[in-house]
């Protein structure tokens, strides 16, 4: 009889909104324990998650789960490069873009038993400035709205908002060169996003024809935001429709350079990383396996 595959659980007891939830108990309830073995381990500090799941994976576990937020997928994610176990994901974060995007259940009971008999398949996976991401990296105003938001105190949709809200009547726009597909754009930057997925997490769809199996990464450029732009952009984040809103300017290449005339803040799956005045930018095809 074959051995079942081994499935390591990685929980970072500090995502979601809702923290009073058992979640060893609910996977403990809802796993399918005759198709797999698994193991619960959690996360201690930043970073922490993609020590740990390097370490799942030299123990030969067929899938190390990320159980939180993008935060959480992005550590388990770059843990997981280069080996031959794959990353499954337990959604319990504020955004949940990738497992949106890979559509996997929001319902942890759901996801649990998604995990058990999963389908496999390899993404993309982007590089900013030697960062990797798997859903979307940015400059500019979501960074900087990124940064304000890990200081707000509490999670959630409502929260993000409210930053966003508040953050827009002060930011302003960065000159920057931009190079791609043998062309130097100079320009305007309030948005840079670069998006290996479709959204940012919540259904806000930053780039809705990005293909996470294409070999590129959608480029979309917002180099102001007046009023009148800011709720077009807002309705297009919404509904999907951000490229006929003409709201945004989208190229696709997997290899982009940006020079920028000030430090510009950057984040990668939502998570702020710093500043910088150089950005190199660049996709490698299928080079993570996941669960699905």
């Not at 993008?70 to 994901?89: M, Q």
Request: proline share 5%; charged share 15%.
């Amino acid at each position: 009889m074959p051995a079942k595959p081994r499935l390591c659980f990685l929980i970072n007891p500090k995502s979601g909104t809702d923290r009073r939830q058992d979640v060893p108990a609910l996977i403990a309830r809802h796993l399918d324990h005759a198709a797999v073995d698994h193991e619960i381990r959690f996360t201690q500090h930043a970073g922490h998650a993609e020590a740990l799941a390097r370490q799942a994976a030299a123990e030969g576990f067929r899938t190390v789960v990320a159980v939180g937020g993008d935060g959480t997928v992005n550590e388990v994610g770059r843990g997981l490069l280069g080996t031959a176990t794959a990353l499954g994901i337990l959604p319990r974060g504020s955004g949940n873009g990738l497992a949106r995007h890979l559509q996997i259940p929001l319902s942890l009971p759901a996801a649990v038993q998604r995990v058990c008999r999963p389908t496999f398949q390899r993404i993309d996976v982007g590089h900013i400035n030697g960062h990797a991401f798997f859903c979307t990296a940015g400059l500019g105003f979501d960074a900087h709205v990124s940064r304000h938001f890990a200081q707000a105190g509490t999670r959630g949709l409502s929260t993000y908002v409210k930053v966003a809200l508040r953050e827009y009547r002060h930011y302003r726009p960065t000159a920057v060169m931009v190079t791609l597909n043998g062309q130097t754009l100079q320009t305007d930057c309030y948005v840079l996003a670069f998006a290996n997925a479709a959204q940012y997490g919540n259904n806000a769809y930053i780039a809705p024809l990005a293909d996470i199996r294409d070999g590129l990464l959608d480029v979309c450029l917002i180099d102001a935001l007046p009023f009148g732009r800011a709720v077009r952009v807002g309705l297009g984040l919404a509904l999907g429709n951000l490229p006929a809103s003409g709201a945004a300017i989208f190229h696709t290449s997997n290899h982009i350079h940006v020079q920028t005339a000030a430090p510009l803040g950057f984040h990668i799956d939502g998570d702020y990383v710093g500043e910088a005045h150089d950005f190199e930018v660049a996709l490698t095809p299928l080079a993570l396996e996941v669960a699905t």
